[in-house]
């Protein structure tokens, strides 16, 4: 039988948040809570702002909840239908994460690209398509920017001796699903979520920051920035959304019509049974995709394989690409 004697000399362990405390890395929880509330109603004011300005759309962002906890804890809890997204603001933190539920993405790509109201919208919360992730990017680079503006101003500028603020902020492609923790290149670090809640028609959707509280605590003074000029930006969102539109693999359906049956025929086919078609000489086909008539088409044959020659539109509709978001 062994034992463990304990002598003077013996080091004991140590209290880890104890010690991250020391060292700046872990806050008074009613100071980091403070800090972030402070945060939010600076930021929610220029973030409708660079959402009208970029995209000429209303959205109301009011202040939401205040997280804190290990980095990795924070994304479990918070990242259910909602989009990951990684940014830095040289200067201030190069280890920023946001998170926007996926019911903001959609209604707004229906919107900018289908022309829909949206007090008529019924989201329901679902993972994006290849356009609406794409298209995200937009709404980080809103959230991104409008932080720079505001911490900017709590950070000593390069003629003061400090650090400064670089000009542009950087914000990673947005991910459908947060990283692994194996895959995570950022630390488990002791972070703060701080939810802003954006309003568009009828629905609210979170944004959410996941920051380290190192960098809160550094932030001493947080002033809500003035309102920026408007530019000539507000048709930037709709011609992004148009030119991926544009770029994306569509499937196609061709359809022809046959030969009309009485439904008592049409409940007794069996395999083997055959439908003549509705045309006597040449055959049309309907060319569509996504459910909308597209093109008038002939069809024909190429070697072995059976083709469909474009005739001419299947309607008046020239904006059919707005119905593929």
Known sequence: MSSELTTPNTPKSFDSDLLD????AMGDAQVIETRCQTLIQA????LEEAFRQAANIEITARPGDV????????LAALGHDAVYCESAIPGWSQEIASLCGTKLI?????????????????????????IELDMSLLVFEQLNESLQTIVSKSVPSKDSGGKGISDKSVVNKPMLDVPEE???TIPDFHAAAL???LEFGNSSTPLTLIVPQSILLKTKRIVGPSVKKPGDTSDEWTERLSERVSRSQINLQAAVALAPLPIGDISRLQPGDLIGFADNGDI????????????TCALGKSGSRYMVKV???????????SDFS
């Open 21 to 24: 405390r020391m060292i700046g």
């Open 43 to 46: 930021l929610c004011t220029p």
């Open 67 to 74: 997280h804190q906890g290990r980095r990795r804890e924070l």
């Open 106 to 130: 959609i209604a707004l790509v229906e919107c900018l690209l289908g022309g829909s109201d949206p007090e008529d919208l019924d989201i329901v919360a679902r993972p994006l398509s290849g």
């Open 182 to 184: 194996e895959d995570d």
């Open 195 to 197: 939810t802003v809640n």
């Open 284 to 295: 049309e086909v309907t060319l569509s995709a996504n459910g909308k008539a597209l093109y």
């Open 311 to 321: 005739e001419g539109p299947a309607g008046p509709d020239e904006n059919w690409r």
